[in-house]
């Protein structure tokens, strides 16, 4: 190689190792600070895509998350109101069974009827109050509660909550009648056997707030698997964006002194190199 006072090839070479070792410490640097090995577009430009959608889809999840707890929370609070509703039934089948022993007399009828339609009022009153989030859950409704449960818009990603489960539990859309006093209207001078016969009326609405309870149970355990199968795609994605985004402490460490090294020896040597026009002057 020609030795050369104007051109110092040998400082440019250093000089570029410098720059090199130099830019690879600071992305080590870089790497170690924020904990991530993708801190921008040309780190990995093709990682930098897959992490920022595993992103989203876990925000996503945790969206949904929250809308199967609350859609739980919304069959809990139904279910206990059926449960209420529940108890009040069988007593006032209690209470028709004994009124259609024919022991009684009218005081005694009246009184078992004045209690009869006292509960009465109160499912009434229960199903009136019967409340999730503003959504009165015991009237008719024209449609399904839909439960978003999954990231996408799709049949997957969906629970449907039949109507059905939220029809009238009022006294008189339960036993009939205009009002809850026509229950028990007349028993005083009708015969015990047309009494006992309210009994079937009693069952069956026994048995269909028994149904509805049945299917919220059903529903529960669907919305509780949707939860299940929200964690696990949660604990997944978390671990595949880990891999592709978060630093490896022991790797980058390694690099981070390798490159520190360089860097050191490359400005020893450039000021090695920066001498060597000097050696010139001794030729002359």
């Not at 020896?265 to 450039?270: G, V």
Request: without cysteine.
């Amino acid at each position: 190689m020609a030795l050369t006072i104007k051109t110092n090839l040998s400082s440019l070479l250093v000089q570029q190792n410098l720059n090199t070792a130099t830019n690879s410490l600071n992305n080590a640097m870089r790497k170690l600070t924020t904990g991530y090995k993708i801190n921008k577009a040309s780190d990995n430009a093709a990682g930098i895509s897959i992490a920022n959608n595993w992103i989203t889809q876990l925000g996503s999840i945790d969206i949904a998350t929250e809308n199967t707890s609350m859609g739980n929370d919304l069959l809990s609070t139904a279910e206990s109101s059926y449960d209420l509703i529940t108890s009040h039934l069988q007593r006032i089948r209690d209470l028709t069974e004994q009124a259609a022993n024919g022991t009684y007399g009218s005081q005694s009828i009246l009184a078992i009827a004045s209690e009869i339609t006292a509960r009465l009022d109160e499912i009434t009153r229960i199903s009136g109050n019967a409340n999730y989030n503003g959504i009165n859950l015991m009237e008719d409704k024209t449609a399904d509660i839909r439960l978003q449960v999954g990231i996408n818009n799709n049949s997957n990603s969906a629970i449907y909550l039949s109507k059905d489960l939220f029809a009238k539990a009022t006294a008189t859309a339960l036993v009939g009648g205009s009002s809850s006093a026509d229950f028990t209207a007349n028993w005083t001078t009708v015969p015990a056997s047309t009494i006992a016969a309210k009994l079937d009326v009693v069952d069956a609405a026994i048995n269909n707030i028994s149904a509805r309870v049945t299917s919220i149970g059903a529903a529960q355990n669907r919305v509780q698997s949707a939860s299940s199968d929200l964690t696990i795609q949660n604990t997944n994605i978390t671990s595949s964006l880990s891999t592709i985004r978060d630093t490896d402490v022991a790797e980058v460490s390694s690099e981070y002194i390798q490159a520190q090294i360089l860097q050191q020896a490359s400005a020893t040597l450039l000021a090695t190199a920066n001498q060597s026009p000097s050696i010139a002057l001794n030729l002359i």
